[in-house]
């Protein structure tokens, strides 16, 4: 499993950490939560090289769809995947605003109970 920023590709490493130093210095989130951010994120990262290629381009609805898939298989509860969703989340909104060209094609919606996924096609 990857578990720091400099085990990921060095092709998304810079977003990760952008994202991270904004939620740091300008959303003013603590420690810990950051360390829990960063571990969600490097758990979605991990579960795509192992199942294919990490790209941003590649990640959309059905991966994250797939992803939710392996965590309830692995019993997670609704409540510890919506968190893992929402740093997810979080990070490719970030993207989006930043228009950084190699943000994800695809945002997911994620009902608060786990339940439903809908996908809507990324604008900006």
Known sequence: MLNRIEHLPQSIQP??????????YERGYAQLTLKTY???ILHLCTFCVENDDLQWSKIDGNVLKQWLLSLRKAKLKPRSMQLKLS???GLFKYLLQKNNPSRPNRIINHTKNGQTITQKHGSG
């Open 87 to 89: 740093s997810v989340k």
């Open 15 to 24: 977003q990760v950490a952008q994202y991270l130093d904004y939620l740091k």
């Open 38 to 40: 960063q571990a969600n």
